[in-house]
């Protein structure tokens, strides 16, 4: 009994703190490959909220490029409107996409030329001070 | 709601693919420059049939979306792919140069023409064809602007007339049977 817990210890110990407490978590993530003549490109995401708590997604950071922002995208009449978002929601119990034609991540200033298949990094702020990582891969459409 | 019209504009475009195309109020000749930096003529291209939309290269959803789109649209075609040229219309002038428009629209497999103008060139070219669109300013943000505009696609005949319009919903089989329609109806 007694190795049994231990051996237990000795197991939660060797997971990350924050895959103990991983309420939010993102999956199934994208990138769209940059145009030839530009840095900039948008990352598609759906983040999944396992708690019992409405969460806000605050702010995106990356080493990857130099600036990340959320943009949301809606029709009005035939007309395409993108603007800059300061939060997102994830319901509790739900999930948020972020897909083409609603919500992006934009990320502007890419530190590399990417190529289809690539992986970049970003991570989620939310507003309870903790932080979800995102893994995207680079794909045409 | 709007979407509910666009969704009725694109069941319209089903049921009446039987009838004769109408000739639609909206088009009409332009002058603009185009992105090798010549001046480009729409007259030039009588005798194929033409798509128009609306743009911008920075656009980093609608845009891409439509021009994937059309890229499937144009391998579709298959044959009948050579009679048809797509334009797309910078409303972003300021970025979008010639240089600018012909290396991104190079990432996408179609026969297009990128076209850039004047504000004043431009905003005749949007009015013509009853598109819209607006310069947001976005001081927080690192775009600086972002640019709302029309999605509207139109397809002109071979004579240079507009014969029909379809919504950013409109799926890739729609358009290649409107641009076969548009096609067989001179």
């Given amino acids: ?141 | 709601m709007y979407r509910l019209i666009g969704l009725a504009a694109l069941a319209l475009l089903t049921l009446g693919c039987h009838r004769a195309l109408p000739v639609l109020p909206v088009g009409g000749d332009f002058t603009l420059t185009d992105d090798n930096a010549q001046r480009f003529e729409l007259s030039s291209l009588r005798g194929k049939a033409v798509l128009i939309f609306f743009g911008y290269t920075s656009c980093p959803d609608a845009c891409p979306t439509t021009l994937s789109k059309l890229s499937s649209v144009w391998h579709n075609l298959g044959g009948d792919a050579k009679r048809v040229k797509t334009l797309y219309i910078s409303v972003d002038p300021q970025r979008d140069t010639p240089p600018v428009l012909k290396a991104d629209l190079g990432a996408f497999d179609l026969d297009a023409l990128g076209l850039t103008g004047t504000k004043p060139e431009i905003d005749k070219v949007v009015a013509e064809y009853g598109a819209e669109y607006q310069i947001i300013p976005t001081p927080d943000s690192v775009m600086k602007y972002t640019v709302a505009h029309s999605t509207t696609l139109y397809a002109l005949d071979t004579a240079g007339r507009v014969r029909m319009e379809f919504p950013y919903e409109a799926t890739v089989d729609q358009i290649t049977s409107g641009v076969r329609r548009v096609l067989a109806s001179n």
């Fill in chain 1, 1 to 141: 009994m007694t190795k049994t817990l231990l051996l237990c210890a000795l197991g939660l110990a060797a997971i990350p703190l924050a895959a103990q407490d991983a309420a939010v978590v993102a999956r199934d993530g994208w990138a769209r490959l940059p145009l030839p003549s530009k840095n900039d490109t948008a990352l598609f995401v759906v983040v999944e909220n396992h708690s019992a708590q409405k969460r806000k997604i605050v702010g995106v950071a990356t080493d990857a490029a130099q600036a990340a922002e959320m943009h949301e995208m809606h029709m009005e009449r035939m007309t395409m409107v993108m603007l800059p978002v300061k939060d997102v929601s994830i319901p509790a119990h739900g999930k948020t996409s972020f897909n083409p034609d609603t919500l992006h991540i934009m990320l502007f200033g890419l530190k590399s030329k990417p190529n289809i298949g690539d992986t970049i990094q970003v991570t989620l702020k939310l507003d309870d001070g903790t932080t979800v990582p995102v893994t995207a891969t680079f794909r045409k459409k």
